[in-house]
């Protein structure tokens, strides 16, 4: 880890810590928060825009089946878990608790709020 001493066009200083050296350039454009710390401000800067989520895959717009896919993907998995892999019905715990799943999955989403 790198730390830097920065003041910024605003006034704002303090440190950045960075993994590179070469991370942050003289006059780049950057967007910051601040932190005081009883060691000192620490500033994290991001690119303009930058929300800390991943970018989406090259193309563009998401592709239905390949969502489906892995939201599937993801409630066998869940299911798998939690079932008895010894059971006679093994399979059919798997279908019941994978439905179960999506529809858990279905429900708390429409209760979260953007």
């Not at 060691?39 to 800390?52: A, E, I, Q, R, S």
């Not at 895959?57 to 939201?71: E, L, P, Q, S, V």
Request: hydrophobic share 35%; glycine share 10%; charged share 20%.
């Amino acid at each position: 880890m790198y730390a830097f001493d920065v003041e910024l066009d605003d006034g704002a200083s303090g440190v950045v810590n960075a993994k590179s050296p070469d991370k942050w350039q003289v006059g780049a454009e950057v967007e910051y928060t601040s932190l005081s710390t009883h060691h000192g401000t620490k500033l994290k800067l991001d690119k303009p825009g930058y929300n800390g989520l991943p970018k989406p895959f090259a193309g563009g717009g998401g592709n239905n089946d390949n969502t489906k896919g892995i939201i599937a993907s993801w409630a066998v998995g869940v299911a798998m878990q939690v079932c008895d892999n010894t059971a006679p019905n093994y399979d059919q715990q798997v279908m019941q608790y994978a439905r179960l799943a999506l529809e858990a999955r279905r429900q708390i989403k429409n209760e979260v709020e953007p």
